[in-house]
């Protein structure tokens, strides 16, 4: 009993005291820190400023809000309260923990068991009672709300004996989500989403619990565990704000509806998705407060932007989007839209969802089960006059085959394809049937892209990088073509930025995405590449020759530009 010693040698207490105190810590089976706090002999921040002197344990006083959700993940709630400690910020695999008896060998041991089970570093750093208490609330602030609302829908399940959530019959579901706490399930989730800046909502079935994931930056967080009996409640719920069919659990289906936070509607995208286990669903969150409309928040500058530029001013002829799902290929396209939309000029869209409301934009929303596909309504749209037409994607032969030639009879026509990069958008146009002697004349540019994460610009740190690190950028900068090069002067020694965290990002270190582009412009060269010998290797090596500025090399502008790490860029040029 250390710190009775302590307080006893300084003069705080007498022996007499000490004696009581001991007596009451081992008949009553408390912390010397709970008895001396309890009998108020001194105050929380003295006593820990005074161990924290004794262990040799830095003492922290950290604000809730500086920890993120997802930091809490690798110490499970129950042990978190049952040995005192919490994650306090992340670095990678490395993490500060946070203990209010760091002298406690169980506790450290568990620690060490944790650390070992989910492969990180730590350091320790003592923290307050009242501390650790503030910070333990961030597991239970949504969690609370979802399990007061189960507790409220498990009573009135026993006083009604409504038959078990797992039982999926229709009369069940129906009756069920008439009921007030599975509402505020779901509101809660939505909130969560929507106050925490998620991007998507996920909600899963596994064989003992529902997982609620939420997408920040591109990286899904569990967060909430209900259990999975009131998934088919949950699932019927989302469906009837979304107008989908609440029986119809066997097929995918999709939806929308908005909803109003804090004097902002919000808009819900849904989808759900049949498994073995129960239904998946997927939320997308849009919130048209935050949608980046301009080029240069979405990181498309320089001489890709003069090429942009010199598409949409041509009459007619296809610019695609390119990439992965999730890579902002229509927000790229919505930007572009938003130049064309003028006062004359007829502009239209096919859309699977429509995922943002343009003023004076006609959209459209295709739906395959009554036969509306992209192929339909295009041939429908080309017959309403229109300059400009949005293609949501190129799927198949026949949706190619009717854009290529709405672009060769004057038409400006935007879609997405799925491709890895650039040059590899001709080659899936002739797998997709499409003569390469009409690639050439109506394909204008097409812009290929990835995401990633930005710097937090309130804590982001100069760094000097390591001999690997600079061997990289400087490679790829010596590549680069030499109108863009001649801008770079890279002194000696040079620096980047890395993520540190603060509270303003939940101290991940980043905030926000943007893209990192490659574009090809097609030229007499290239066409002349397409109709003898269209490659991906011949036709990169081409357009790297005029000047083309690839993905990697847009991200490496961007790390010396102080806007994303270098780890972000490496970690997509790498995507296929």
Known sequence: MFLIEELVRRGIIDKKKAESLENKIKNENLKEEEVILDEKITTEDFLFNLKSEILKIPLKNVSPNEIPLKNLEIIPQESAKYYKMIPLKQDGNHFD?????????????????????????????????????????????????????????????????????????????????EEAPIAKIVAVILRHGVEGNASDIHIEPSFDKVRVRFRLDGVLHAS?????????????????????????????????????????????RVSTFPTVLGEKVAIRILDPSKRKINFESLGISGPNLEIIKRAIEKPYGMILSTGPTGSGKTTTLYAILNLLNK?????????????????????????????YTFATGLRHMLRQDPDVLMVGEIRDEETASLAVHSALTGHIVLSTLHTSNAVGTIPRLIDMGIKPFLISPTLSIVIAQRLVRTFCPYCKEKEKPNSVIKEIIENEINTLPLSVKKNIKLSEPFYIYKAKGCEKCHNSGYSGRIGVFEILEMNDRISEIVLKQPSENVLLEEAKRQGMITMKQDGILKVLEGITSIEEVLRVAEEK
Do not use: H
Request: glycine share 4%; net charge negative.
């Open 224 to 268: 909430i565990f209900p259990p999975l009996n009131v998934l088919p409640a949950l699932v019927a719920r989302i469906k009837i704000l979304s107008n989908l069919k609440i029986d119809e659990t066997r097929a995918p289906q999709d939806g929308r509806f908005s909803a109003k936070f804090d004097d902002k509607i919000i808009d819900f």
């Open 97 to 177: 923990i946070g203990m209010v008896y760091p002298d406690d060998l169980k506790a450290r041991e568990a620690l060490d068991f944790l650390s070992r089970q989910n492969k990180f570093s730590y350091d320790i750093f003592l923290i307050t009672p009242s501390n650790f208490e503030e910070i333990f609330k961030k597991y239970s602030t949504s969690k609370e709300k979802v399990s007061e609302a189960l507790e409220e829908l498990e009573s009135e399940l026993e006083e009604k004996k409504i038959e078990s959530l797992s039982i999926k019959t229709p009369k069940t579901i129906e009756r069920v989500i």
């Open 343 to 371: 006062e004359g000029v007829n502009v239209m869209t096919l859309e699977d969802p429509v995922e943002y409301f343009i003023d004076g934009v006609n959209q459209s929303q295709i739906n395959p089960d009554i036969g």
